[in-house]
C-alpha cells in the first residue's frame, strides 16, 4: 500500500461526456503528477501540479485538466471525450518538485469511453 | 519527439541468472533516469533512479548509464519468481518525464 487513494475504480462514459477522476495523495506530499496508461503501454505524462500550481505538462490537449487543493487531494478532468481517452488513469503523489523525489503511485481509474 | 526506447519482450531468464534491462533515449537534454516495476494489474513502483553516468547498485539491482550512448540498463542478479515483472524505463528533463513501453521480464522457476 502506497498511501495514495483514487476514484472511481472503474467508470464508463460515452464519447462526448466530461468525466472527473480523483486522487487522494500521501499526507505531506505536496506534488501530484498524473497518467494516462493505455493497455500494453508505459505511462503518459499528463501534468503535475505542486503547492496548487501546474508544475509540467506532456503532450495533452487542453481538455485534461486539473486541480490540486491543500487537503491533499486532487482531480484530474477531461472534457468531450474521445474513444482513445479509453485507459488506466493513474496518479501519484511525491513530497518534492519535478520527479527528483520518489513518487508513489495509487491504484489507479480504468476509464472505458463507448 | 522525444523517446524511450525498451524491447517489450518477453525476455525470459532461468532462476538465479542475471536478467539484463535495457533502455535507450533520444534526448540528450535528459537528466534523470528511473526504472519501475510493475506488476500486471498493479501500478508502477520505483526502483532506482540514476542521474550520473556508471553504475548504481541497491542490493540485487544495478542500474547503469552511458550518456554518451544514450543507453540505459537495469541488473538483475540472482534473478527470483517474484522479478516477473514489467519494467519500464524513464527520462526526465525539465519537469516532465517520459516512460518507454515497458519490457516484461518472466522468471523461469
Known amino acids: 500500500e502506497t498511501g495514495v487513494t483514487q476514484s472511481p475504480t472503474h467508470l464508463i462514459k460515452t464519447r462526448g461526456q466530461q468525466v472527473t477522476l480523483r486522487c487522494s495523495s500521501q499526507s505531506g506530499h505536496n506534488t501530484v503528477s498524473w497518467y494516462q496508461q493505455a493497455l500494453g503501454q508505459g505511462p503518459q505524462f499528463i501534468f503535475q501540479?505542486?503547492?496548487?500550481?501546474?508544475?509540467g505538462r506532456g503532450n495533452f490537449p487542453p481538455r485534461f485538466s486539473g486541480l490540486q487543493f491543500p487537503n491533499y487531494s486532487s482531480e484530474l478532468n477531461v472534457n468531450a471525450l474521445e474513444l482513445d481517452d479509453s485507459a488506466l488513469y493513474l496518479c501519484?503523489?511525491?513530497?518534492?518538485?519535478?520527479?527528483?523525489?520518489?513518487?508513489?503511485f495509487g491504484p489507479g481509474t480504468r476509464l472505458l469511453v463507448l | 519527439q522525444k523517446e524511450v526506447e525498451q524491447n517489450s519482450g518477453p525476455l525470459s531468464v532461468p532462476e538465479g541468472a542475471i536478467a539484463s534491462l535495457n533502455c535507450t533515449y533520444s534526448?540528450?537534454?535528459?537528466?534523470?533516469f528511473f526504472w519501475y516495476r510493475q506488476y500486471s494489474g498493479k501500478s508502477p513502483e520505483l526502483i532506482m533512479f540514476?542521474?550520473?553516468?556508471g553504475d548504481k547498485e541497491d542490493g540485487r539491482f544495478t542500474a547503469q548509464l552511458n550518456k554518451a550512448s544514450q543507453y540505459v540498463s537495469l541488473l538483475i542478479r540472482d534473478s527470483q519468481p517474484s522479478d516477473s515483472a514489467t519494467y519500464l524505463c524513464a527520462s526526465y528533463r525539465d519537469d516532465k518525464i517520459i516512460f518507454g513501453k515497458g519490457t516484461r521480464l518472466h522468471i523461469l522457476p
Open positions: 501519484a503523489s511525491s513530497s518534492g518538485t519535478g520527479f527528483a523525489e520518489t513518487q508513489y
Open positions: 540514476i542521474y550520473s553516468n
Open positions: 501540479y505542486y503547492r496548487e500550481e501546474e508544475n
Open positions: 534526448d540528450r537534454g535528459s537528466q534523470s
